[in-house]
Each structure stands twice: as structure tokens, then as C-alpha cells.
């Protein structure tokens, strides 16, 4: 489901911002010739720049805008000062003015991606183009464009920046132990009530014509794509992968990307240009084109075909997770070992059907920040309980049966290190990641140039941007 990210929102009109200037006019008459006017263009400041990172402006409109757009939201914005506004976007600009020194390239393609997919989302949320250039206050589609194109090429540079400083920063063990013991007893942190969930997935079969008619069809496109057609275009079309059909397809990947095995396989096997022909993934039938190696990342563009499933198979799959749920509820067999010699779904078959939290790689779900789908399911289940059959649709996948059980709950407590060990070591590395990125932007502060207007040194900034 789609729904309004005001923080998105808020990124946009912010960055909008700091790139726009408003330029007046003002007709000046001639004191010593009164018969003689003359029309003089005279810049008068509307909206000065108040900082300069390298070679990015920050303006004084961009900090009343934030003001505005998160009042706007409902944040109180009474604690925030002036100066932490100025702050956090002296950061930002920092991050993109290095990544530009540090030759971070954003190709121009990717970015023309993005902007596609944020004015569609745009004009989806707010109702048609006009609307969202009377929201963001531009006079024509364009000038929108223009300035979102640079606003998402900025804001890119600045993401990218701000992973090359923390990816090779890693957690050992020993520095964990030292970090929980460094926490005072009474400072340590409380985590929330959480739960670990198991499940068993029922997938209806697939007839061998299905299969063939999908494979078929894709070598198909493969074949019009290479004769001159639009790879792009007909993944928009023909792809069953809703969360890349609007890009055309398009992921940008690496090795520690969390796809799937044969994916990443076949998609790093292929040089650029090259498209691959069908093969499978538990998800159904792939094509990838690459469109750019980067080092270790690959651009590619890929279509799912998911073989069509007939009501009759889908019928067959509810009946076999019904009587597996059955034959759990008497007692001739464990949750765990149904799932392990039954279960469709290979991720977590060899684990007993336990579910992995796909925020925190450990089986915990915090209840308030589980998915709220997730939470519905097992919300109200009772110790030992196993839900009814669910009919889980997925996008990607498609349609499955599935049954749900709680195999442990986990009450609000104190930090424990052996119990916590995960969540502490995230928060070791946390730690260590910020005290990179403060050394990074310490150092890089005193080589960049940067200019703090007059009216904003004496704020007390945690950096030394004024030098």
C-alpha cells in the first residue's frame, strides 16, 4: 500500500529550496536628468545565502521552510532551533560536496529513474501535475523537473557518501562486550515486548505447460529487445515484480544484496549489454539485462514471469496445509518438524518454519514495530495455537497457503547481553559507525571550504563549521 511519507515530502521542499533564488526588479529614476528614466535591473535580497559548503548554498528560506513543512506535518518544531536546522543541512551539503571530490558518479539514467517514479507517486498522492506544482509553488513542469532532478542527484551523492564512510566499519565481539559493560546499570536500554513467530508455506503446483508457456514467452522479449525493442518499456508492461515494474525493471545490486542466490548468480555472470536467457527462482521465471557494471554493483533491469496457478491447485494446497495443521493439533507431529519436511519455503524450512526479522537479522519481532500484517495474524493467537489457513498473495511469489504459530514471547526487559546479544551488537556498531562519520566530518571540515553568514556564527554547532 501507498500512503504519504511526509518526511520524503519535507526532504523535497527542502531541497528545492536550497537551490532556488528569487531575483527582483526595481526601477531606480535618475535624480540629476529627471526628463531622462532609465530602467535599471537592481538585485534586491528577498532570501540571501546564509552558508556555503564547498560548492553547495544553503539559503535563509531553506531553514523557514523546514519550519514550515514540518508544522505542516504535525511536529512541534518549538525545541528546534534555528541553528540545529542550519546543522543538519551544513552535514548534508557536506556529504555531497566530498562525494563529488571523492568521484561518486550518479548517472544520469538512475536519476531520471527516480524523478519518474517520485512525480508519479507525487501526482498519485495530490491528484493530478497541477496541483503538485501549486503545492511545491512552481510556475511550470519544467522548472519542477529541473530542480527535482537536481534535488534527487544531490541527495543520492549524499546517501552514497554517507555509506562509503560506514562500510568498512564493522563490530568485533570483544568491542561489544565492551560496549554493554561501558552502559551504566541504570542507563542500560529496555526493549519492548517481542515474539518469536514460526510458519509452514503451502505452495499450490505449477503444471510443466505453465512452466513453458512462461520460458517461452520470455525468450520472446528477449528476442524483440535484441532486434531493437524496449527492454524498459516492456518490463513496465509485462513484469509480475510490482515493486520494480514502474522503474522498468531496473535494481541496482551487490554482492551482500539480499536476493536470492540464483538472481545474484545469474546477474553477475553477465557482461554489460547482455541479457540472459529465462531461469528460475522460487519466486517463478526471470530475464535480466545489465546495464552497468560499477565495481562491485550491477545495474540491471530484470522481468518476472509468474506461471499462472489454476484454482484447482489452488484448491489442492489449502487441503494439504489444512490437514498439516490437523495432524500438528493432534499430536502426531511437531510444529517445527512439519515445517521441515513439508514447508514450501526454503528460507526457513531448515530452521523449523521460524521467521528471520528482516530489520534485525534475529527471530525477535518487536510487537510495535512489527508489520502490521504479521501483527494481525498472530496478535490474538493463544499459546500453542496455530492460525486457520492463510491465502497470502504475494507480488512477487504469488499465491501460497500458509499457517502461523507463536513459538515464544518475550516480555519488556532490561537489556540482558547473552539474551540481547544481537540488538546490543547493533547498537556497538551504531556507535562505532557515528564515531566514524564525526571523525570523517571533523577532518573534512578543515579541507572544504565553508563561509557561515554573519547572523549564524554564534550558534553553538556539536561541528566546527565556523573556522
Excluded at 99 to 119: H, L, Y
Excluded at 380 to 401: C, S, V
Aim: with cysteine; glycine share 4%; hydrophobic share 35%.
Amino acid at each position: 500500500m501507498k500512503f504519504i511519507n511526509s518526511r520524503f515530502i519535507l526532504t523535497i521542499v527542502v531541497a528545492i529550496c536550497s537551490i532556488c533564488s528569487i531575483n527582483s526588479q526595481e526601477i531606480i529614476k535618475d535624480s540629476v536628468k529627471p526628463k531622462a528614466k532609465s530602467v535599471l535591473p537592481k538585485k534586491i535580497k528577498i532570501d540571501g545565502i546564509i552558508a556555503t559548503v564547498g560548492d553547495y548554498n544553503i539559503l535563509d528560506s531553506d531553514i523557514d521552510k523546514t519550519y514550515l513543512e514540518l508544522s505542516s506535518q504535525g511536529y512541534s518544531v518549538k525545541d528546534i532551533t534555528r541553528c540545529q536546522m542550519l546543522s543538519n543541512l551544513l552535514d548534508d551539503k557536506l556529504y555531497a560536496h566530498q562525494a563529488v571530490q571523492d568521484s561518486i558518479t550518479i548517472g544520469d539514467g538512475e536519476v531520471k529513474e527516480k524523478m519518474g517514479e517520485q512525480i508519479a507517486y507525487m501526482v498519485e498522492q495530490l491528484g493530478s501535475m497541477d496541483k503538485v506544482l501549486q503545492y511545491f509553488k512552481k510556475d511550470n513542469e519544467d522548472e519542477f523537473r529541473a530542480e527535482l532532478f537536481d534535488i534527487i542527484k544531490t541527495n543520492k551523492l549524499t546517501a552514497e557518501m554517507k555509506r562509503k564512510i560506514v562500510d568498512g566499519v564493522e563490530i568485533t565481539p570483544e568491542e561489544t562486550r565492551t560496549f554493554f559493560k561501558s552502559i551504566p546499570t541504570k542507563d542500560l536500554p529496555v526493549f519492548g515486548a517481542e515474539m518469536e513467530v514460526a510458519q509452514i508455506v503451502v505452495a499450490p503446483k505449477v503444471t510443466e505447460e505453465e512452466k513453458q508457456k512462461v520460458i517461452k514467452r520470455l525468450k520472446e522479449i528477449k528476442a524483440e529487445v535484441l532486434a531493437g525493442a524496449s527492454f524498459k518499456t516492456r518490463a513496465v508492461i509485462y513484469t509480475d515484480d510490482r515493486a520494480s515494474a514502474p522503474s522498468g525493471g531496473f535494481y541496482k545490486i551487490n554482492r551482500k544484496t539480499q536476493f536470492v542466490k540464483e538472481f545474484k548468480d545469474v546477474a553477475f555472470s553477465l557482461a554489460e549489454g547482455e541479457i540472459s536467457e529465462p531461469f528460475e527462482t522460487e519466486y517463478g521465471y526471470h530475464i535480466i539485462m545489465v546495464e552497468k557494471i560499477k565495481g562491485q554493483e550491477v545495474e540491471l533491469r530484470h522481468i518476472l514471469m509468474i506461471p499462472k496457478v489454476s484454482a484447482e491447485a489452488l484448491k489442492e494446497a489449502k487441503e494439504k496445509i489444512t490437514l498439516i495443521k490437523k495432524r500438528i493439533e493432534d499430536g502426531e507431529i511437531t510444529f517445527a518438524d512439519a515445517a521441515r519436511t513439508m514447508s514450501d519455503e526454503k528460507e526457513t524450512r531448515a530452521n523449523g518454519g521460524v521467521l528471520i526479522n528482516p530489520q534485525t537479522q534475529d527471530t525477535h519481532f518487536e510487537l510495535t514495530k512489527m508489520d502490521p500484517t504479521l501483527y494481525s495474524e498472530v496478535s490474538n493467537l493463544k499459546d500453542g495455537a496455530i492460525t486457520q489457513p492463510i491465502l497470502d498473495d504475494d507480488p512477487r511469489a504469488g499465491k501460497k497457503y500458509k499457517i502461523i504459530t507463536v513459538t515464544n514471547r518475550i516480555n519488556e526487559h532490561t537489556a540482558d547481553y547473552a539474551g540481547d546479544y544481537t540488538k546490543i551488537k547493533d547498537l556497538a556498531l551504531k556507535e562505532k559507525q557515528i564515531k566514524a562519520i564525526a571523525k570523517w566530518t571533523k577532518e573534512k571540515i578543515q579541507e572544504t571550504y565553508i563561509k557561515i553568514n554573519a547572523d549564524y556564527k554564534d550558534c553553538s554547532f556539536a561541528n566546527n563549521w565556523v573556522k
